[in-house]
């Protein structure tokens, strides 16, 4: 059964760090575009970056452009994503999300991870 599972999340000061990763079970992350989204409450799930297959490729919301880094390792089947400088509005459950498209789209989400900023 396919699965992704989100961890790293927690509770963190104002400008501190945190890394998210994303562990893929039951299919390879190889060939698969990840990208990390974030819902927090009352808004809608927003991108906040994504990584191509080959990881030569990264792209980031404006919002946290210059702080959190995308990266993957598909030897370890897994993508992170390092959060520095972070603020109270980056607030929100965080979620990673693993697309591949062939003549069929084969799409799959985690659970989600906890990020919580407060003094």
């Known amino acids: 059964q396919p699965q992704l599972v989100e961890s790293g999340g927690g509770l963190v000061q104002p400008g501190g760090s945190l890394r998210l990763s994303c562990a893929a079970s039951?299919?390879?992350?190889?060939?698969?575009?990840i990208g990390w989204f974030r819902q927090a409450p009352g808004k809608e799930r927003e991108g906040v970056a994504c990584?191509?297959?080959?990881?030569?490729?990264?792209d980031y919301s404006d919002s946290v452009k210059g702080r959190f880094t995308i990266s993957r390792d598909n030897a370890k089947n897994t993508v992170y994503l390092q959060m520095n400088s972070l603020k109270p509005e980056d607030t929100a459950v965080y979620y990673c999300?693993?697309?591949?498209?062939?003549?069929?789209?084969?799409?799959?989400w985690g659970q989600g991870t906890q990020v919580t900023v407060s003094s």
């Open positions: 999300n693993a697309v591949f498209v062939t003549f069929r789209q084969y799409d799959y």
């Open positions: 990584i191509s297959s080959s990881g030569d490729s990264t």
């Open positions: 039951g299919f390879t992350l190889d060939y698969y575009v």
